[in-house]
């Protein structure tokens, strides 16, 4: 298989979560909760170096892919986030694979518009754009009306650069019901009960960073936008994130058979099964983590390896 995968080649991607620090700098930080991304403190947030030169180690160590998500940038807007932009051209001089980076789009009716915040991020070097809070109101409104408005800065950033460009990432959590016709979302049933013997859940889909619930489901949010225009989906999961235990492969496999463009694992691998696991119980394309490569406890060739050893095929 070396040097020869096939489009279904299974993709291992790395994640930094960027923040910038009280010098201005864009550090590298995950914590052990999925609040990581609203922390200030630096006790609480761990700086793991610098993300240009993590960067080019997970390429040199054989990720598919990188993903930055810039955790900073609902807050600061993009453009004037010059950190950010010069990781992205920095990285891009040395790093041939595709590199994703999300956090800071906004609605296109703001005064500079999600255009052109895309437009800047793709000079500087990334190949796809990551989408979160915005996608889950536009699919709201979208399910509502049973219109595309085309103002979204998902329509507009997949009209003008198409689909491929387009991630969208969805943080849902777990919320268990008695009976599948309890809630008006999809319900299905769970590989592990829930506190109270609770035999199905859905999955809310949230916004800022897992703080806000909304009315909607991972299900429902996943099949709107990539009606909208998605090209991908990364799919994460606030009660694996941070715990090591593994990804929620009951989510993925729900999501990742209901729509027909690539899905991306995300939340909770600790060890090379994990991956395994996933690829071989779900129709996953991919399957993303952070902390385990930040702190070198699972090197991504291992990864890599076992999946081979598990007759899966991957880029090696």
């Not at 807050?75 to 992205?88: K, Q, S, T, Y």
């Not at 800065?153 to 969208?168: D, H, N, P, T, W």
């Not at 013997?197 to 990539?226: D, M, N």
């Not at 779900?282 to 952070?290: C, G, I, R």
Request: contains cysteine.
């Amino acid at each position: 298989m070396e040097g020869k995968a096939s489009k279904l080649a299974k993709r291992v991607i790395a994640c930094l979560d960027v923040r910038t620090n009280d010098k201005g700098d864009l550090v590298v930080t995950k914590g052990d909760q999925y609040d990581v991304r609203e922390q200030s403190n630096e006790n609480e947030v761990r700086n793991l170096g610098k993300p240009v030169d993590l960067a080019g180690q997970y390429y040199k160590d054989g990720a598919d892919e990188i993903s930055f998500l810039n955790i900073t940038g609902f807050r600061d807007f993009p453009l004037g986030d010059l950190p950010m932009i010069h990781v992205l051209r920095y990285t891009s001089e040395n790093v041939f694979v595709p590199l994703t980076v999300g956090g800071g789009i906004r609605d296109f009716t703001d005064a500079t518009g999600s255009l052109e915040v895309a437009a800047e991020y793709f000079r500087s070097g990334a190949d796809k754009i990551s989408i979160g809070s915005d996608a889950v109101y536009a699919a709201e409104e979208f399910i509502k009306s049973g219109v595309k408005t085309g103002k979204s800065s998902l329509e507009q950033i997949s009209r003008v650069y198409g689909k491929q460009a387009v991630v969208v990432s969805i943080d849902p959590r777990r919320v268990y019901v008695n009976h599948p016709d309890d809630v008006p979302y999809k319900v299905i049933r769970v590989t592990n009960p829930g506190p109270n013997g609770e035999e199905h859940a859905w999955y809310q889909c949230t916004v800022s960073g897992g703080r806000e619930g909304r009315p909607i489901g991972a299900y429902e949010l996943a099949k709107a936008v990539e009606e909208l225009g998605a090209g991908e989906i990364l799919l994460n999961c606030i009660d694996c994130d941070g715990q090591g235990k593994g990804f929620d492969t009951d989510l993925v496999k729900l999501i990742s058979d209901s729509v027909g463009i690539p899905v991306i694992a995300s939340s909770g691998a600790a060890t090379p099964e994990h991956f395994s696991e996933v690829f071989e119980t779900t129709n996953a394309s991919a399957a993303l983590a952070a902390g385990i490569f930040h702190r070198k406890e699972v090197p991504i060739q291992s990864v890599k390896e076992h999946l081979v050893e598990k007759s899966i095929e991957v880029r090696m």
